[in-house]
């Protein structure tokens, strides 16, 4: 990018400065010289064991031309770079030991990426191609050969020399800036005096590129041998080059080698804030970048070395070296005789502008041109700081007509936008308003400070913006890319259209079916009765769809069919609804004669036994419930009918004992028959009753015909279990009324041991049928304590009874076999195989009492 030159150097004012016309620039201060390495000769500083070369340029990495182990050799790149950077080359022989990041000499101390050389001390060095004339070359290939020797400003600010180069057009006028203002540096002294022929070489080189008006060559009035060296070295020169170059005697000020104080001390102009030199048509360079041009140009060499004071009182051999780029601190300490004794502080720079380290490890860089290490008692340690007392000192000493206590206060409270507002970037660091703080204030470093974080929020600024602009164009590459779907979709679906038009007959079938779809909905959309809300319904009858028509026809066969269905039922759902009286009566009375017939059909058909009725559907609980009821009567009339057997069979004796066995029988058959009718009638009916209880609500009518089915069941249990009580409460006023003693203890005895084995068979009934076992343990405990108030025979009558009851027992079981009626037999097939055995069981019994009696008779 080309700077706008806005106010260059006019002829006249030209003219003053080619005639020695001096101006002033505003503050400035004169410390102390100490100058003392100005009259020592420059050496070599020697090769070090290894060397570290920043590759880093504010924030930019290079390409790498080499890699960890690749043998290099001296003048070698090793970087390879375009744009604003410059080539880093090898300064000796070696290997690349290391490629990691290093401390730099910079005072914010942080570390860069370096290049670790492992010197081999040969110092062998690659073959220099020295260009062609250099008169006959154009500016452009100059400028790139100066970009590719790495050539920097090497006055301390380290800008590339080539962008002042390719962007300065319309140059009026060529400074060459040999001031050197700082108290301790004589690098530049030196270097002019010695090489000042070198330096009017460079110089020539520097007006063919940018073809000036006028070149100054500026110098301190406190270098006379250098002024010498240089008046004798334009003698020599050229006719062409005396003419436009002139030598310019500044007094001594600090800081007069400031670019900006300098240019306005020769020319009477101020540079405008936020502009390069170039804007008044003005290019300033360094004598020792004049140097490093000259050897670029001239030798084919590039900047891998440089001029460097070392001084202070804490060394013991002072002077200027040639030191080798990347060459570590600590090794010239030691090879000029550093005392650490005296060490107080080491100071890259001067005593005004240069800075601290905390290392000796950190390499000189290119930008370095001095190292001060100062004794106590020549650099005593500065007071503790105090608060600032706004004497207005700084503001009367400051170079660039700043306000110091006002960025202070700003630079401590980080207000960023105060400090541009007072101008901070214009600040060049020079320490002067540190120099005259009476408060000990190190202004320059709140300021350095302060230039850092700006410099950060804007490069994060920058990045964000950066972002932003990206985003935005992704979002529009994004827009664009979906118009152009869009659009390429829409041109396939012409161009399908179009196709399929040839294909029918120039018919769009798309189209129309579209169209009949259309004229569908609207038909449906015209017979459709939908309300537009409940408030604003008129009782206006809109046409329906045929779902709509079909879900309100279902919505009405539900609630008709529910009606019917709560019209038979007696639940209190139904009770609540306002239906006639006469009409749930008549359901009532229906329910009750469908449950009369089924279990008369149930009582006459006998049905099969609970084992075998588990297995039929659960639907014919009612068919259950009267098949057990026709069990128990079957079961009551067989056990009658096996009691009064044995008693026609015997003879009469006395009609009272025989009344007494025969009542005895006829209830123990009774309780029985009535304890086992109540277990199965009561356990099905309760079954029944579960089963009923689960059926759907919405069948009301079955469920109240079951109930009542159920609640008639339980009413003839309860009925006949209160019978079989009664009968078996009468006996045993007889038994107690009984003549022979004897006879009614050998019954007594008889009984219990019946009772007795009929309850433990009932023992090992299952679990669930508690009530046939409650009422057996209930008999056998009566009998046990009847059994304990009688007294007891003889053991051996007891035997011979006994004896003598079991062979009648199997004679009496053989003739009630034979006098067993059809009508018995099939009761006893039909009736489960656990009502049989206990059938017979109560028979035997009942038939071995009536022997019994008969033959004690």
């Known amino acids: ?37 100005s009259q020592i000769a420059i050496t070599d500083a020697g090769i070090p064991p290894y060397l570290v070369i920043s590759i880093d340029h504010k924030g930019y990495i290079p390409e790498l031309l080499v890699k960890v182990g690749d043998p290099v050799l001296k003048g070698q790149a090793l970087t390879k770079v375009y744009g604003a950077m410059v080539v880093q080359h090898a300064s000796s022989s070696g290997f690349v030991y290391a490629i990691e990041k290093r401390t730099d000499l910079h005072p914010s101390g942080l570390a860069v990426l370096s290049i670790v050389i492992e010197t081999d001390g040969l110092d062998r060095s690659i073959a220099y191609k020295k260009p062609q004339d250099y008169q006959t070359q154009p500016a452009a290939l100059l400028i790139d050969l100066i970009q590719q020797s790495g050539i920097i400003g090497m006055g301390g600010g380290g800008f590339p020399s080539h962008l002042k180069l390719s962007n300065a057009h319309n140059v009026k006028l060529l400074i060459i800036n040999a001031i050197e203002c700082e108290p301790y540096i004589t690098a530049d002294d030196r270097l002019m005096q010695e090489h ?92 020792g970048t004049v140097f490093a041009v000259k050897e670029a140009i001239i030798d084919g060499k590039p900047l891998i070395s440089r001029i460097v004071t070392l001084t202070g009182d804490a060394f013991k051999k002072k002077g200027n070296a040639n030191v080798r780029i990347g060459t570590p601190i600590q090794y010239l300490l030691e090879q000029y005789g550093l005392e650490k004794k005296h060490v107080q502080k080491l100071l890259i720079g001067g005593p005004m502008m240069g800075f601290t380290i905390t290392h000796t490890d950190i390499p000189v860089s290119k930008s370095c041109n001095c190292i001060l290490v100062p004794t106590p008692e020549e650099m005593p340690e500065p007071p503790a700081e105090m608060p600032c007392i706004r004497c207005g000192e700084c ?38 308003c540190a120099f005259v703080c009476p408060s000990n204030i190190p202004l320059v470093e709140y300021y350095r400070v302060a230039k850092a974080e700006i410099r950060n929020a804007r490069q994060e600024a920058q990045k964000a913006e950066t972002a932003r602009i990206r985003h935005e164009n992704r979002a529009v590459r994004l827009e664009q890319a979906k118009l152009e779907r869009q659009a390429k979709h829409q041109a396939a679906a012409e161009k399908r259209k179009q196709q399929s038009k040839e294909k029918n007959g120039g018919q769009d079938l798309i189209a129309a079916a579209l169209e009949r779809a259309k004229a569908k909905k609207q038909r449906l959309a015209d017979t459709a009765q939908i309300p537009e809300s409940e408030s604003e319904s008129e009782n206006e009858t809109k046409p329906a769809d045929n779902k709509k028509d079909a879900v309100a026809a279902a919505i009405a066969r539900a609630k008709a069919k529910k009606q019917a ?9 139904s009770e609540s609804e306002t239906k006639p009286a006469d009409n749930k009566k008549d359901a009532v009375a229906a329910a009750i004669a469908r449950a009369k017939a089924k279990k008369q059909a149930a009582a006459e058909t006998t049905q099969t036994p609970e084992s075998e009725s588990e297995t039929k559907p659960a639907d014919n609980k009612k068919d259950a419930v009267g098949a057990a009821i026709a069990r128990a009567k079957a079961k009551k009339q067989a056990a009658a009918e096996t009691t009064q057997t044995p008693e026609s069979e015997s003879e009469p004796a006395d009609n009272k004992k025989d009344a007494v066995a025969a009542a005895i029988a006829r209830a123990k058959a009774k309780k029985q028959a009535a304890a086992e009718t109540t277990q199965t009638t009561e356990g099905e009916s309760k079954q029944a009753a579960e089963k009923a209880t689960q059926e ?48 009614a203890v050998a019954t007594a005895i008889a009984r219990a041991k019946a009772k007795k084995k009929a309850a433990a068979e009932t023992t090992q009934e299952p679990e669930g049928d508690v009530t046939a076992a409650d009422n057996k343990k209930q008999a056998a405990q009566t009998v046990h304590q009847t059994s ?13 009874k006994l004896r003598k009851e079991q062979v009648r027992l199997h004679k009496q079981e ?44």
């Open 1 to 37: 990018m080309t700077t706008k030159a806005i106010n260059l150097l006019s002829d006249a004012q030209l003219a003053q400065v080619s005639s020695g016309k001096q101006w002033s620039f505003h503050g400035g201060i004169h410390p102390a010289e100490n100058k003392q390495s």
């Open 196 to 287: 000042a022929d070198q330096l009017i070489t460079g110089i020539e080189i520097l007006q063919h590129i940018l073809k000036p008006t006028l070149t100054i060559f500026a110098i301190e009035d406190n270098k006379p041998q250098a002024i010498a060296a240089i008046n004798l070295a334009i003698k020599q020169a050229p006719e062409s080059l005396q003419k436009n170059l002139r030598v310019s005697i500044i007094a001594t000020r600090y800081p007069s080698g400031g670019e900006k104080q300098l240019i306005e001390m020769i020319t009477g102009q101020q540079i405008p804030l936020g502009q390069h030199p170039t804007a008044l048509g003005i290019v300033m360079y360094n004598v």
């Open 395 to 432: 503001s009367d000493v400051c170079p660039a007509v700043l306000l110091p206590q006002q960025l202070l206060w700003y630079s401590k409270s980080q207000d960023h936008e105060k400090l541009d507002e007072y101008n901070l970037p214009s600040c060049i660091e020079c320490g002067a």
């Open 565 to 573: 269905t709560t019209e038979t039922t007696q639940t209190p759902e």
């Open 696 to 743: 759907p609500e919405g069948d009301v009518t079955e469920s109240d015909n079951k109930k009542n089915a159920v609640a008639t069941a339980i009413a003839r249990a309860k009925a006949k279990k209160k019978a079989a009580a009664e009968t078996t409460q009468e006996p045993e006023g007889d038994v107690t009324a009984a003549d022979n003693k004897k006879d």
């Open 788 to 800: 304990e108030q009688l007294p007891d025979n003889s053991e051996a009558i007891q035997a011979r």
């Open 814 to 857: 053989l003739d009630s076999h034979q006098s067993i009626t059809p009508q018995e037999t099939a009761n006893k097939k039909s009736s489960l195989p656990a009502d049989d055995r206990k059938a017979k069981i109560a028979a035997a019994i009942a038939k071995a009492k009536a022997q019994k009696t008969a033959h004690k008779d």
